[in-house]
């Protein structure tokens, strides 16, 4: 296979052994981060549609996640950036009940890369967690990731939470993850927030966001 396709059909396969090689061919190609977005997260799309339809079972979608974080992993070292982290604090968690993190990991690049500083505090993360890590970090934003569709239900739920603990305006939050829509987030979720709530479809949304929302 060509080498494109092979990096794609190696997240689909989840096979690993050569990967890094064929990253390093692909980097003589073209930066990092098309990769990424042009071939790897197709490959990641793949994964979903066959998990999706049941010809793709649970453990091969982890063998697929773990090569996707590798290759994320061997990438990023060679992105173009500016880590001083001047621009603002941003918090990131993916919700309570909710393991995916690759998203939020690649926000988390994106972001840290282009001037924010990100405290990421990982997976799993309830409200309590998400608002403590928030206070002692005197974050500027806080942004919260989650594919489940029952993650959509919690992220209403954190920021009605937030409403009642009288912090919606102190903190602008951003939402992000495959089970969300613009509208949800715009329309229904916006209703709810007392502060500014926003959504990312994709990392670099997420940049433009912060960029927005800091100014
Ligand atoms: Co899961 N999974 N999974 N899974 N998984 C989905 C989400 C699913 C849609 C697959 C499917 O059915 N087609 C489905 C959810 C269905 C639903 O809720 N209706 C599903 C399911 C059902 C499950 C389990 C319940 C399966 C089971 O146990 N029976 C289980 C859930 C466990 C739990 O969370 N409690 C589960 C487990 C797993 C793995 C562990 C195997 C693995 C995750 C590994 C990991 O993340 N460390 C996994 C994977 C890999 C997927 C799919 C295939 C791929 C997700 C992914 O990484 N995509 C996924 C299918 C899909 O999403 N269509 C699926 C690539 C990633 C870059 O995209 O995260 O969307 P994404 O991020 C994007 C944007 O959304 C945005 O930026 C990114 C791109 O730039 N974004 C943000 C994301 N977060 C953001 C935050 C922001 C801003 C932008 O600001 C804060």
Same mark, same amino acid.
């Given at each position: 296979l060509p080498l494109f396709e092979r990096l794609e059909k190696r997240i689909v396969d989840g096979e690993r052994n050569g990967l890094e090689a064929d990253l390093e061919a692909a980097m003589q190609e073209k930066p990092p981060l098309e990769i990424i977005n042009q071939n790897l997260l197709g490959g990641m799309k793949i994964v979903g549609d066959l998990f999706g339809s049941g010809q793709m079972q649970l453990p091969f979608v982890l063998q697929s996640a773990e090569v996707m974080k590798a290759a994320v992993a061997h990438l990023e070292p060679h992105m173009e950036k =500016? =880590?001083? *982290? *001047?621009?603002g604090r941003l918090l990131l968690a993916t919700v309570k009940g909710d393991v995916h993190d690759i998203g939020k990991n690649l926000v988390d690049i994106i972001v840290s890369n282009n001037g924010y500083e990100v405290v990421n505090i990982g997976i799993k993360q309830p409200i309590n967690a998400i608002l403590d890590a928030a206070e002692e970090h005197k974050v500027d934003a806080i942004g919260m990731s989650g594919l489940l569709v029952k993650s959509t239900v919690i992220m209403k739920e954190n920021l009605e939470e937030m409403n009642s603990r009288g912090i919606a305006e102190k903190y602008p939050v951003m939402l992000g993850g495959a089970a969300l829509t613009r509208s949800y987030v715009e329309n229904d979720l916006d209703e709810v927030y007392q502060g500014d709530v926003r959504y990312a479809k994709d990392a670099f949304e997420g940049l433009h966001l912060m960029d927005r929302m800091m100014a």
């Open positions: =500016d =880590d001083s *982290g *001047g621009k």
